[in-house]
């Protein structure tokens, strides 16, 4: 693609990696689609955001930014009065508004289990860090995956700081209320509730809401077409 030619930034959330999105990436590339995922530090929703914009400013080009889970928070913080983003992707993730955290909005309707299959432990440089019990992990984050692969997930998970589920989103206004918006979901979700990702869709003017039959929290890794089609045609619609 040419380089005025929306780039797709790719923004993982909490217990997992850039790897997750592995599926998604080669279809991306197989339709010429510019693609970078980035490895979101998970320490907090201000550090994390200001990170991802300063990736956004060294490429240079528009860009269509993708949060999973948590990293749903992070790309609505990114695009806060940001003109080099043109469209926000939320796959299976939190789309919150000024001052909600994740676990406020977990909270918000029933059917999160994630809460009792997390372990913590104190940080030294103050606070916990959080991650999935592996014993847990395959059903509560990867139902539908192997569940040869989703023990290797469990196993590379990628830890997240209480301070990063509890922070509110700053700023005056959610970026998703001036940037379109597209959602892509899991319908046997159990960390984030397929009724809470419809809500927000909702709330948020949704150009797209497509929601997965027995999709999990892995959506990525499980049902990467769709999340890629869904990807593909915000990109579509910016370019």
Known sequence: MSSTQPIVLLVHGAFAGSDSWDGVVE???????????????????????????????????????????????????????????????????????????????????????????????????????????????????????????????AAEQRPVTELALSEGLPGAEAAWRRVPSWFVYGEEDRNIPAELERFMAERAGSRSTTGVTGGSHALSVSHPAEVAATIIEAVEAVA
Do not use: W
């Open 27 to 153: 279809r991306l590339l197989a339709r010429s689609v510019d693609v970078v995922a980035v490895a979101n530090p998970l320490r907090s929703v201000t550090g994390d955001a200001e990170y991802v914009r300063d990736v956004i400013a060294a490429i240079g080009r528009p860009v269509v930014l993708v949060g999973h889970s948590y990293g749903g928070i992070v790309v609505t913080g990114a695009a806060a009065d940001n003109d080099a983003v043109k469209a926000l992707v939320y796959v299976a993730a939190f789309a919150p508004d000024t001052g909600e955290s994740a676990l406020q909005l977990s909270q918000k309707f029933p059917g999160s289990t994630l809460g009792e299959t997390l372990i913590g432990y104190p940080l030294t440089s103050g606070g916990n860090e959080l991650r999935i019990r592996g014993d847990a992990f395959p059903t509560q984050f990867a139902a539908d995956v192997p569940t040869e692969r989703a023990v290797v997930m």
